[in-house]
Nanobody
C-alpha cells in the first residue's frame, strides 16, 4: 500500500522558514520523481516543485523559485521542502505527490503576522 505522510507545517510569520517532510512507504521511492503541490483556501491544486530520482535535478514554480528548495533522502524514503522567506500567499495545505498521483493527508502552512 502506497503511503505518504507529510509533516512540518505550522504557523509562521512573514519572512520565516519551515521545513516540510514527507515519509513514504509501499513503493520503490528511489525510482520515482516526486512532487510537492499545494492548495490554498478556496483555490485549486498548484504544483510547487519536482525532483528527479537521484535528486540532482529540480524545478520550481515561478512563485516559489529562489525561496524553496526540494530535496530527498533515498536511504530514508523521505522527501523534503525547505521554505524560506515565506509570504502570506504561501498559506496552503502542502502535499507530496508520488506515483499515480498519490498524495498524503497534507500539512497546513499558515503565514501570518
Amino acid at each position: 500500500e502506497v503511503q505518504l505522510v507529510e509533516s512540518g507545517g505550522g504557523l509562521v510569520q512573514p519572512g520565516g522558514s519551515l521545513r516540510l517532510s514527507c515519509a513514504t512507504s509501499g513503493f520503490p521511492f528511489s525510482t520515482y520523481a516526486m512532487n510537492w503541490v499545494r492548495q490554498a483556501p478556496g483555490k485549486g491544486l498548484e504544483w510547487v516543485s519536482i525532483i528527479n530520482q537521484p535528486g540532482d535535478k529540480t524545478r520550481y514554480a515561478e512563485s516559489v523559485a529562489g525561496r524553496f528548495t526540494i530535496s530527498r533522502d533515498n536511504d530514508k524514503n523521505t522527501l523534503y521542502l525547505q521554505m524560506n522567506n515565506l509570504k502570506p500567499e504561501d498559506t496552503a495545505v502542502y502535499y507530496c505527490e508520488g506515483p499515480g498521483g498519490y498524495r498524503g493527508q497534507g500539512t497546513q502552512v499558515t503565514v501570518s503576522s
